[in-house]
């Protein structure tokens, strides 16, 4: 299970590292973005994250109030993952509309607009993915993280380094390279 969830929050890590690569060639060569305004673009997913700090705050309080309801003294384990299921459909829906608002003759806010899923979907899985991690695995948790943090470490520096290549000779969309 650690390694699930390791090997999970390493893809999504990477492709917010991917995306460090990809926002600088969406928004720089497709739209003429000067680097002001292309460092700028980055703030739909911080965004993002800032407006998943209330909902999850929100959701845990719920958590944590129907566990005392049902008479349970501590939280089982498990109910640590619920936010993580949001994430898990935020991120490939915000990545989903992001690949489609590439597109030159569409307005530069809107793959903004679509990386604030992305950036609201990475909260939730970070938080509660690091939560269970040491909740459940308490006598060797600073292990967990450790190997959690090599593997999306890895996953980070791995990423980038092919994106630029992949980007020039595929282009933002199938039918527009970018050489």
Known sequence: MA??????????LGILYLAFQ?????????????MQM????????????VIAIPIGIYVNNGVLARAKARGLAQLPVED?????????????????????????QVH????IIASIPFGMGMYFVFS????YLVVAYRPIAASAMAANSAMRC????????????????????Y?????
């Open 128 to 131: 509660s993915v690091f939560t």
């Open 80 to 104: 640590r993952l619920i936010l993580s299921q949001f994430g898990a459909i935020l991120v490939p829906l915000g990545l989903y509309i992001l690949a489609f608002t590439t597109y030159r």
């Open 154 to 173: 890895g996953f980070a520096a791995a990423f980038p380094l092919y994106v630029i290549f992949s980007l020039q000779k595929l282009g933002t969309h």
């Open 3 to 12: 390694f699930l969830l390791n090997l999970w929050t390493s893809v999504i």
């Open 22 to 34: 990809a926002f600088p060639i969406i928004f720089g060569e497709v739209h003429s973005f000067n």
């Open 175 to 179: 039918s527009q390279p970018l050489s």
């Open 108 to 111: 530069w806010i809107a793959p």
């Open 38 to 49: 292309t460092g700028l673009t980055f703030l739909g997913i911080g965004l993002g994250m």
